[in-house]
């Protein structure tokens, strides 16, 4: 599990944990129905 | 429209299953504002209002996505201090999207927009029962290195006058209607 950060247990230069998130097709067709950014290079593969 | 059917499972919300997709369709871009057309200088009030829904910001932070409770729990988000449920910051650009369907600031859908950056500023959370309303203006535009660059000064209020959100929207777009059109066929039409 990731560690939680709070306000006073960050300093100016620490490094935050790496984070990776796979990102496919759907991932990017869920936030574009939430933002209703339908524009098609986001939308449309081909 | 393959993927536009595709995805419809993944709206929820009235506004989401009402609102126009198809950037691409020709009778919409009929209506489109283009970067010749735009005014630097001109201002205007977007004649339609965005209601804010306990809907529309549960789903927005689902889509994300973020898992902050603030956006979720009621119950929470009082014990944090407000007085309900509160938007995500980035929830303004659904209010954007859906309030310039047309018309005045409707560049935001144009086919072959990119986007080079924003620079944007919350004033105060956006809550559930919140009326929105968008006043917009034509900050600047220019040519670089053969890309043709708008922006614009936004800005978002609530029903009490209370702005909510300013920022300088930028794109960078086709030149001209028949640009688009020309771009939407797959030709080259996007650089001086």
Not at chain 2, 103 to 120: A, D, K
Not at chain 2, 140 to 157: A, N, P, Q, T, V
């Amino acid at each position: 599990m990731a560690q939680k950060l709070t306000f006073e247990s960050v300093k100016c230069g620490d490094m935050l944990p790496e984070v990776k998130e796979h990102i496919t097709q759907e991932v990017i067709w869920k936030h574009a129905v939430a933002s209703l950014d339908y524009n098609p290079v986001h939308t449309y593969p081909e | 429209m393959g993927y536009l059917e595709e995805m419809e499972k993944y709206q929820k919300t009235e506004k989401q299953k009402s609102f126009s997709a198809n950037f691409l369709e020709r009778q919409q871009i009929e209506d489109y504002e283009f970067w010749d057309d735009i005014e630097i200088g001109k201002e205007t009030v977007i004649p339609f209002k965005f209601e804010v829904k306990a809907e529309d910001v549960i789903a927005y932070a689902e889509g994300v996505p973020d898992s902050n409770p603030v956006f979720y729990d009621e119950e929470y988000a009082r014990a944090c201090g407000y007085d309900g449920l509160v938007a995500h910051p980035m929830f303004t650009n659904q209010v954007l999207f859906f309030l310039l369907q047309k018309g005045h600031g409707s560049w935001i859908r144009t086919p072959g927009s990119r986007n080079p950056g924003q620079i944007l500023e919350w004033h105060d959370p956006i809550r559930v029962g919140n009326i929105l309303t968008l006043k917009t203006k034509g900050y600047d535009k220019w040519i670089k290195r053969g890309k043709y660059y708008m922006r614009y000064l936004s800005e978002l209020y609530d029903q009490h006058g209370t702005l909510k959100m300013s920022g300088y929207m930028t794109l960078i777009l086709p030149k001209s209607k028949e640009d688009v059109l020309r771009f939407i066929k797959g030709e080259h039409a996007l650089e001086a």
